[in-house]
């Protein structure tokens, strides 16, 4: 049975033939690496300036990426602190293309804002926020 993603469709890629490991599957740290780019910027959205990701909570991988999955990234952010926003981010394939969708991971991202410093700042209020469509 198919589950719905959470959250919104972020970021979207082709796994392609260089990124896989030696067993011909792609490489968990590309999966993680497209993760923690959407996550940056579902986070950086809120936050309206530069984040940094501070930890990554309870990622375990149901089922391997292959070459040729479309690997779509959905956010939702879970959480916000004075300077945090913590995101769940859920990694999905589509197989072959236009084949069957399948939930690979996911996990719960902490970012951190900073200013042009590198100094963490306060997020701004959520009702000063300019409103996006996608």
């Known amino acids: 049975m198919e589950e719905n993603a ?8 082709m ?3 260089g990124d896989t490991n030696p067993a011909g599957d792609i490489f968990g740290g590309w999966v993680l690496s497209q993760m923690d780019i959407a996550g940056g910027i579902c986070a950086s959205r809120r936050a309206q ?19 040729g999955d479309i690997l779509g990234v959905y956010t939702d952010i ?13 990694a999905w394939v589509r197989r072959d293309r236009i084949g069957n969708r399948e939930k690979v991971t996911d996990a ?3 970012f951190v804002a900073l200013d ?12 000063t926020l300019p409103h996006y469509e996608n």
């Open 6 to 13: 959470k959250g919104r469709m972020t970021t979207r890629v």
């Open 15 to 17: 796994a392609m033939p």
């Open 49 to 67: 300036c530069r984040v940094v990701t501070v930890s990554v909570e309870g990622m375990s991988f149901i089922s391997p990426v292959k070459v």
């Open 78 to 90: 879970v959480k916000t602190g004075r300077t945090s926003v913590t995101v769940h981010i859920e």
């Open 108 to 110: 719960l991202f902490k």
């Open 116 to 127: 042009d410093e590198g100094n963490s700042r306060p997020l701004p209020p959520e009702n």
